[in-house]
Nanobody, 125 residues
Framework: QVQLVESGGGLVQAGGSLRLSCAASGRSSGNYAMGWFRQAPGKEREFVAGISRSASDTLYTDSVKGRFAISRDKVANTVYLQMNSLKPEDTAVYYC??????????????????WGQGTQVTVSS
């Protein structure tokens, strides 16, 4: 089992920045590819960003390219999502997820084995 705990969400004005953190613990928790997803009210959960175990490969959905950056700290066993130039449409609950296939990040939700509880991000206009 892997436990994931997100933090760093909050309320920010449009154009501002936030950094989300996802602390992983449990058996072999450092051996997973990791992803961030988000779910806005009334919408389906969607992929935001992913990173391989080695951090050599990253993947982003088009709407956040150039604004968001995913990274990981292997020592701290934590994954980060740096979000810049935030827009009201970025408002959502953000979830961290772990994929037992470590080599490449994937956009597919059904490929992820463990999920965190989510952290709310609200961007005001």
């Amino acid at each position: 089992q892997v436990q994931l705990v997100e933090s760093g969400g909050g309320l920010v004005q449009a154009g501002g920045s936030l950094r989300l953190s996802c602390a992983a613990s449990g058996r072999s928790s450092g051996n997973y590819a990791m992803g961030w997803f988000r779910q806005a009210p009334g919408k389906e959960r969607e992929f935001v960003a992913g990173i391989s175990r080695s951090a050599s490969d990253t993947l982003y959905t088009d709407s956040v390219k150039g604004r968001f950056a995913i990274s990981r700290d292997k020592v701290a066993n934590t994954v980060y999502l740096q979000m810049n130039s935030l827009k009201p449409e970025d408002t959502a609950v953000y979830y961290c997820a772990a994929d037992s296939d470590p080599w490449f990040p994937t956009t597919r939700m059904d490929e992820y084995d463990f999920w965190g509880q989510g952290t709310q991000v609200t961007v005001s206009s």
